[in-house]
């Protein structure tokens, strides 16, 4: 059973994260660039994952780094920092699916083939996220975190918010939703 | 090592863990040898496999859009919003807060020379017992951001309160956790506010009894069955959760109709059919405490990995 790696406890003084935000709180806001210039393309690319189209991922990044920018001060390094805004992000994507009185992904995945680093094979991108789509955003969710950040299930426990197991459960019910979905794509593409 | 015989629609349904290796080393081979002769589970895993090595291949990585400038404008101009409960954990901390109110008014106001009287039907609130509020704030991971709201309505709810049993006069028992502060009038029965810990539903697809291995599999005839309207009593109300496949539990409940107590040991694994798949979700309440019995709340130190039970296979 993969219960993958525990959660990073106590970033000692040597992880650049820790430092970076320990400039900030002691006044040097230019440390706050670094930390977003570092984080900014994964937090992207998570949200783009989670919400589908490119407008919406911006606002949930926006609105993640502003919550960075705040809450920094009361970081204290007990968890790894990337996991930390893995879950302001989730949060973040999750606020905005919930706060649209019915939610909508964009049809149109054109944006795909823009990719600052594209793939080999477009159309498995392009079918991978169209199947997500049509998954519920909590499936999407761990999907997006398992796969494509590659995130443990200690620390997809972490950004979710709930327990290693309950993410077991919601990982087995997301891949069989996914394969179904993904499945009637290919049928009615071939 | 036995391999024992695997049913097709099990098989299918364990596909991604199989590929994933995440089964026991006695579940991996029961399946390798299903597969070996079951074409169309094959097929089926196969599928499977094609959609998860999709999802596994390299992403497209997307330059993010540059939000510096308007990141540091905004979070210099809004003002700090508050920790928002979830409507469903306010309501827990609103009910958690009144109780210990109440609580320390009768702390205050109780009178050791007061006769209490006892019945059959009657349980007397302590008078000085600590109920902690349930936990409403999210798992154990500190940092949590301000303004942030929970994620998802699968996330875990208030722990389950447990209360020390306070000494007392031989003759008061007191049943735990208490959601009614007031002291109820001898003659009155009290009436119980069900305290769910854990909430489970009905997977629509179960197998038939006969279908069940009572050494493995979760207990149809638990879900099925409750032929005393005990599933028909249990509300879903407040906490909500799942038991974890692959783990033994005893849930004990209580039917308000006729105060019939039944301890339910479960052992969950994922089970054919149905969506969602395997985990049976189902909802607990608290015990009344009677002189004539020694049952007390569900909730006493009743914890999902603290439980190691047999598994019983009710009807």
């Given at each position: 059973m993969r219960l993958g790696s525990s959660v990073e406890m106590?970033?000692?003084?040597?992880?650049s994260d820790m430092s970076l935000v320990a400039e900030f709180v002691s006044g040097r806001a230019a440390a706050f660039d670094r930390l977003y210039e570092r984080h900014s393309a994964q937090v992207y690319n998570t949200c783009l994952g989670i919400l589908g189209n490119p407008e919406d991922a911006r606002d949930a990044m926006q609105d993640t780094f502003v919550q960075l920018y705040r809450s920094l001060p009361g970081f204290?390094?007990?968890?790894?920092f990337s996991t930390w805004v893995y879950r302001i992000a989730v949060n973040k994507c999750m606020d905005l699916i919930r706060g649209r009185p019915r939610w909508e992904s964009s049809?149109?995945?054109?944006?795909?083939?823009?990719?600052?680093?594209?793939?080999?094979n477009l159309l498995l991108e392009e079918s991978v996220r169209r199947a997500l789509l049509e998954l519920k955003p909590d499936y999407r969710m761990v999907l997006v975190l398992c796969y494509?950040?590659?995130?443990?299930y200690a620390e997809i426990a972490e950004c979710v918010g709930c327990s290693i197991e309950q993410v077991r459960v919601r990982l087995h019910r997301a891949r069989k939703a996914f394969r179904k979905v993904y499945d009637e794509g290919d049928r009615n593409e071939v | 090592m036995k391999v024992i015989e695997m049913k097709c629609k099990q098989v299918c349904s364990l596909a991604s863990e199989y590929l994933a290796g995440d089964l026991p080393e006695g579940k991996q081979a029961e399946i390798r040898a299903h597969l070996a002769d079951c074409e169309s589970c094959r097929a089926d895993v196969e599928a499977t496999d094609r959609a998860l090595s999709a999802l596994r291949a390299p992403r497209a990585v997307f330059e993010p859009p540059d939000v510096l400038a308007e990141v540091k404008r905004r979070a210099a101009a809004e003002p700090v919003r508050g920790f928002r409960l979830r409507p469903v954990f306010a309501a827990w901390a609103v009910a958690g807060t009144a109780a210990l109110i109440a609580v320390l008014w009768l702390a205050l106001s109780w009178n050791p020379t007061t006769p209490v009287v006892n019945s059959p039907s009657v349980v007397t609130a302590p008078p000085a017992q600590h109920i902690p509020?349930?936990?409403?704030?999210?798992?154990?991971?500190?940092?949590?951001?301000?303004g942030s709201e929970t994620v998802t309505a699968d996330e875990p709810g208030p722990a389950s309160v447990k209360t020390p049993a306070p000494k007392?006069?031989?003759?008061v028992r007191s049943p735990?956790?208490?959601?009614?502060p007031s002291v109820p009038e001898p003659a009155d029965p009290i009436e119980y506010e069900p305290t769910v810990e854990y909430i489970m539903v009905y997977t629509?697809?179960?197998?038939?009894p006969s279908d069940v291995r009572p050494e493995s599999d979760v207990s149809a005839d638990m879900a099925l069955a409750s032929p005393d309207g005990l599933i028909g009593a249990a509300t879903a109300n407040g906490y909500e959760g799942t038991l974890p496949d692959n783990s033994s539990y005893s849930i004990r409940m209580v039917d308000?109709?006729?105060g019939e107590i039944t301890t339910l040991n479960v052992y969950t694994e994922t089970v054919?059919?149905?969506?969602?798949?395997?985990v049976i979700e189902y909802s607990v309440m608290p015990i009344a405490a009677t002189p004539d019995t020694d049952e007390r709340s569900s909730?006493?130190?009743?914890?999902p990995h603290d439980i190691s039970a047999p598994v019983l296979v009710l009807g």
């Open positions: 106590n970033a000692g003084p040597g992880d204290k390094g007990k968890s790894r049809d149109s995945l054109e944006w795909v083939g823009d990719a600052e680093r594209p793939v080999g494509f950040r590659q995130l443990s | 509020a349930p936990e409403v704030a999210n798992p154990p991971v500190e940092d949590v951001p301000a007392r006069k031989p003759r735990r956790p208490q959601p009614t629509p697809d179960m197998p038939e308000n109709a006729n054919p059919g149905g969506e969602p798949n395997g909730t006493d130190g009743t914890h």
